[in-house]
């Protein structure tokens, strides 16, 4: 059986990014698919770029809104086809992109499972490097799981209770990263068989394309998403009960962050990185908070 796929994408209302990803989407969706932009800024100028595009994608493109939070954005995206049985989500972001062929593969390859992943590859390359196809989902390869690569039977979305709002890029909170992880150890202990059933995709077989964590910012920009990103991460370690071991090593870890990913970070950043990720591990933050990125 093929599944329709409804895409949801937040945005704070990146036209020309929004227009790389909706005209790389050109022939590659089936009649029953849909596009939800959901628009948290700039609002007219999205409903515009829609209606550009209508025809091009046969009028499968919604347009919604939403208050500020990645996470809410998606959720939002996914009610407005609360109409659909069932179907395969995913939720790239508005910098994000289909190669040719992309979607046919990551159907094929989910179709039939209740979530899979595929590669978010970058300017630099890979976001991450995906397990081996047959290494089970656990509280150790979650990790590798980005929101713009997530596949997700709808069903199995709906009984999880979609991302959680509280958390993830434009969220109120500090914890500002950490939502797809988040939502899959929650599936994970509603649906224990999720561990072998889920399919990593061959990045050889199908990808998604991104931007760089860091592409076009500000050193100051930078350093305030490094630091809201750590701290995001290390609150799901600890809401979510990790050794404090692996919570403290993952603080360690960020003071490295400059020597491990000398292309995007200088080493001047893992100070931050490591500040970030020791508030999310105590729970607390140091001096203001802002949101990961305005932009």
Do not use: C
Request: avoid cysteine.
């Amino acid at each position: 059986m093929t599944l329709p796929l409804v895409l949801s994408v937040t945005t704070l209302g990146r036209v020309e990014a929004l227009r790389r990803l909706l005209g790389s989407l050109e022939g590659q969706l089936l009649p029953e698919d849909r596009v939800v932009l959901v628009a948290q800024g700039r609002h007219a100028e999205v409903e515009a770029l829609a209606a550009e595009f209508d025809a091009v994608l046969a009028g499968r493109i919604l347009v919604a809104a939403s208050d500020r939070g990645a996470a809410l954005g998606r959720n939002t995206g996914i009610a407005s086809v609360a109409e659909a049985e069932d179907a395969l989500l995913m939720f790239p972001n508005d910098t994000t992109w289909f190669p040719d062929g992309s979607i046919a593969a990551i159907r094929s390859h989910a179709t039939g499972a209740e979530a899979a992943a595929a590669a978010v590859v970058g300017t630099s390359g890979p976001r991450l490097v995906l397990p081996p196809e047959g290494t089970p989902l656990d509280r150790h390869t979650v990790w590798q799981v980005i929101e713009m690569g997530l596949v997700i039977r709808l069903r199995l979305f709906r009984r999880i209770g979609g991302f959680d709002e509280s958390i993830g890029t434009g969220a109120a909170s500090p914890w500002q990263a950490g939502e797809v992880t988040d939502l899959l150890l929650r599936a994970l202990e509603l649906e224990p068989s999720l561990a072998r059933s889920f399919v990593w995709i061959d990045p050889s077989v199908a990808h998604v394309r991104g931007i760089d964590e860091a592409a076009g910012l500000t050193p100051a920009d930078r350093r305030r998403k490094i630091r809201a990103y750590g701290r995001g991460i290390a609150h799901v370690y600890r809401v979510h009960r990790y050794p404090l071991w692996r919570r403290w090593a993952f603080v360690a870890a960020g003071a490295a962050i400059g020597i491990r990913r000398p292309d995007e970070y200088p080493l001047a950043d893992g100070w931050w990185a490591a500040l970030g990720r020791a508030e999310g591990t105590v729970g607390a933050t140091v001096g203001g908070t802002r949101a990961a990125v305005d932009r």
